[in-house]
Nanobody, 126 residues
Framework: QVQLVESGGGLVQPGGSLRLSCAASGETLEHYAIGWFRQAPGKEREGVSSISSISSGDGDTYYADSVKGRFTISRDNAKNTVYLQMNSLEPDDTAVYSC????????????????WGQGTQVTVSS
């Protein structure tokens, strides 16, 4: 069973950047699709970005329309970690960000995901 731990959240001004990390233990992430999801107070959980497993898609990436061109997801297999680079952050990006692992296709549908981290808070405010 894979365990996931997110880090890298914090307070940033509008227009700033953060890089979130999703570090895995227990199993290699290469076999999993990894997704990043966020949830703001009073709002539904939203799929932000995902990257396919090495075996199924050789790292195909997916992004919500709201973050395309600003966020980039990537893998470091040697570190068993997936990153979410977030640039040009906006106040609407404020949320708890969680990563999740799926042995299925994953993409941005949270129902595909079996393992979840505890989340990290991202606050975009001046």
């Amino acid at each position: 069973q894979v365990q996931l731990v997110e880090s890298g959240g914090g307070l940033v001004q509008p227009g700033g950047s953060l890089r979130l990390s999703c570090a895995a233990s227990g199993e290699t992430l290469e076999h999993y699709a990894i997704g990043w999801f966020r949830q703001a107070p009073g709002k539904e959980r939203e799929g932000v970005s995902s990257i396919s497993s090495i075996s199924s898609g050789d790292g195909d990436t997916y992004y919500a329309d709201s973050v395309k061109g600003r966020f980039t997801i990537s893998r470091d297999n040697a570190k068993n970690t997936v990153y979410l680079q977030m640039n040009s952050l906006e106040p609407d990006d404020t949320a708890v960000y969680s990563c999740a692992a799926s042995l299925g296709i994953g993409k941005l549908d949270f129902s595909w995901y079996d393992y979840w981290g505890q989340g990290t808070q991202v606050t975009v405010s001046s």
